[in-house]
């Protein structure tokens, strides 16, 4: 199988499980072509495996004009009904206004770059990662060179503008929608015509649990991780404001920070304003292998998102066998079981977030039992072998048109990890 992977800017620091993903279908012989909208900035080049990525991922941006021009020249002459119907596509779908047009126009532009490169490399699939900008040129592209195209929904930003992004149509046209858990494929069937739910598949990201040695908690703690984007949504004041109350019964308390982004220079602002300079430790951006080994020196993994899907970095923490404290949001709540492998709270209420982290910390027994009930919740749903499996599967069945007698979703129970392992073949 040869197919394409499309995403707005791979790779990314903040999207290693996309990175898993194309890895793992390479290692089970697919012929994997990664094509990405935007070059990444070398912030993101954490590690060798981003610069390996980087150095193999063909970009559509900046475009040479010259070969903008053959491109989308060659696809007209080919076939000029096809090109006009993607033309047709493309005015349906645009954004409102005048800077809505203009922006279909750069995806159209782009889409032919890509329909071109397609073609020339004969894959006969797209998959795209996040249906919004980069989606739209997936869409396009799809039309423009005759071959199919399916994408993965994570949430939550999508569906704060479904609309806008034409997520209907894009679910429409697609051969089959990853979503990644099943609040994911709730959000998108409701922009979808119930003949398509069967091609809407709960397809989790995951990690590979062999990577993460277990911790072992052996006595009271006081080591805090956030690992995240620095943006609005990842409510990390409400975590700083959570930190002051902790710092009363807990003063040697230490959060790690291990992320960047827009907010960077006002997170530390606040932390500084909150007197908590010398409990809280930004480090930037790390590595795959970094991550890992700040995992390894933690107590206790907290999460104050607003925001979110099923957070990767979640799932790498209770395969580190360590409890988590997260927000009750969106599909998370299909990894974290509440007073079973961690601890479910409010979004945006800090002082239940400090009362439950305060009682990890105090009591060690209860850390390792999470842990290690953490840890096997992962290995059974969230591992990326068995995942990546699924979706192979699944997009082998939708390229021979039998998707819908896979696992027609709305009739079967879940398939379980054993199920899956035991009926996908490569």
């Not at 999207?15 to 290692?27: M, S």
């Not at 040129?137 to 994570?154: K, N």
């Not at 390894?296 to 607003?306: K, N, P, Y």
């Not at 939708?398 to 990890?417: G, Y």
Request: glycine letters at 8%; a neutral charge.
């Amino acid at each position: 199988m040869r197919i394409a992977y499309l995403t707005g800017e791979y790779p990314r620091a903040t999207d290693t499980f996309i990175q898993r993903e194309v890895a793992t279908l390479r290692e089970h012989g697919v012929e994997v072509h990664t094509f990405s909208v935007r070059r990444t900035g070398t912030e993101h080049i954490v590690g060798p495996e981003q610069q390996q990525e980087r150095d193999r991922t063909f970009y559509l941006l900046p475009p040479n004009p010259i070969n903008l021009l053959l491109a989308h020249l060659g696809l007209l002459l080919s076939s000029p009904g096809r090109y006009l119907q993607a033309i047709k596509l493309a005015w349906s779908t645009r954004q409102p206004g005048l800077k809505g047009g203009i922006y279909q126009l750069f995806y159209f532009l782009e889409a032919g770059i890509l329909a071109g490169q397609i073609r020339q490399r004969q894959i006969s699939h797209l998959h795209n990662h996040f249906p919004d900008s980069s989606g739209s040129v997936a869409m396009l592209a799809a039309e423009l060179g005759g071959f199919t195209f399916s994408f993965t929904m994570h949430g939550p930003y999508i569906f704060f503008e479904p609309y806008r992004w034409r997520l209907d149509e894009k679910i429409k046209r697609a051969l089959f929608v990853a979503c990644i858990s099943y609040y994911c494929r709730s959000q998108g069937m409701v922009f979808a015509p119930t003949d398509k739910w069967n091609r809407m598949h709960v397809i989790h990201c995951g990690i590979d649990p062999a990577l993460f040695a277990p911790v072992d908690h052996q006595e009271s703690g006081k080591r805090l991780l956030f690992v995240g984007r620095l943006a609005a949504a990842k409510g990390l004041p409400i975590l700083l404001e959570s930190l002051v109350s902790l710092k009363r019964s807990h003063p040697e308390i230490l959060l790690t920070v291990v992320g960047d982004g827009p907010d960077r220079v006002e997170l530390e602002q606040t932390t500084a304003k909150l007197g908590l300079s010398a409990n809280v430790n930004f480090v930037g951006y790390k590595s795959q292998a970094e991550v890992r080994r700040y995992l390894e020196q933690t107590d206790v993994f907290v999460m104050s998102s607003f925001a979110e899907g099923i957070p990767v970095v979640l799932m790498e923490a209770m395969a580190a066998g360590l409890p988590v404290a997260a927000t009750q949001i969106a599909g998370i709540s299909e990894l974290v079981e509440n007073s079973v492998n961690g601890y479910l709270v409010p979004p945006g209420d800090a002082v239940t977030l400090a009362n439950r982290v305060a009682q990890l910390l105090a009591d060690h027994q209860l850390r390792n039992k999470f842990g290690k009930a953490g840890r096997a919740k992962v290995e059974q749903d969230f591992n990326i072998y068995q995942e990546v499996a699924w979706l192979h599967q699944v997009m082998s069945a939708a390229l021979q048109s039998k998707v819908e007698s896979i696992r027609p979703d709305l009739q079967q129970p879940t398939v379980t990890t054993k199920q899956k392992t035991a009926t996908t073949h490569f």
